[in-house]
């Protein structure tokens, strides 16, 4: 096999077609509301019950969306890879569960998940289906300062020794439906492509960071992923991008 390790990035975009909207960073609007009073630590301190309601609305809302046929063709991949001896590693910045849903697995959640609330006070965190506020009690150590398992602008993202890691180790670097402006992440593809491993983007249109991909493959990632890993799989090659 010309690949044995491949480390993908997913973004908002491979959920869009389960119904769950993207992050529009074009006018700072999430779901309507300004990013600095839902995705940020200072937010929180204003007003900790509208970021409360604003995640247990999208908890509740994610809980009935089902994967696309995109999640589904990245467990493939990763089935079939561990088959040949490969290993597929799903850095994700999404805070839905829908690559656990697809039964993907060594799924690593940077930016946190919305089944998960973190306790400012003692700082553990533990999964967590229901709604949240400022009377729910920490299971540790009882105090009532549990906030959303969400990492904010401005904190820092989770597991990232473990990501290093994998962007060393791998030997192919693909990103699905991320736009290239939320760092730590949008940078992973600079690492890679300065190591010499190709690049791949699949999104709607090029995102900001383009330029350093090997090859940009447009369109819905519905139905580019399962083409892109039918013919990974079949030739042991890439596709060309007009190919999908
Ligand atoms: P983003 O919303 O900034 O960008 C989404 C990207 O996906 C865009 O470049 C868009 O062109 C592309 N896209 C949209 N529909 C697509 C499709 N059908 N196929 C392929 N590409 C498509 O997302 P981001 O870069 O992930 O950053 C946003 C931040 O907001 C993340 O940190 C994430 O935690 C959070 N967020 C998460 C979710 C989720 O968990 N599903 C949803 C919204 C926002």
Known sequence: ??????????????SAESGIPVFRSEDGLWEN????????????????????DFYNQMRQSVKSKQPNAAHLALTKLQRE???RQGRVTIVTQNIDDLHEKAQSHDVIHMHGELNSILCSHCGKS????????????????????????????GEIPYHMDAIERAIMQCDLFIAIGTSGVVYPAAGFVSYCSRQGKPCLEFNLTPSANSGVFTHSYLGKAGT??????DYFLEHD???????L
């Open 1 to 14: 096999m010309r690949y044995q390790h491949i480390l993908v990035l997913t973004g908002a975009g491979i």
């Open 126 to 153: 533990y999964e967590w289906h229901e709604d949240c506020d400022g009377t729910t009690e920490c299971k540790f150590c009882g105090h009532k300062t549990m906030r959303p398992d969400i990492v904010w602008f």
């Open 224 to 229: 580019t992923i399962p083409a892109f890993v």
């Open 33 to 52: 509301h300004r990013v600095e009073d839902v995705a940020t630590p200072e937010g929180f301190e204003r007003n900790p019950q509208l970021v409360h």
């Open 237 to 243: 090659a890439l596709p060309d991008p007009s190919a």
């Open 81 to 83: 890879m561990e088959q």
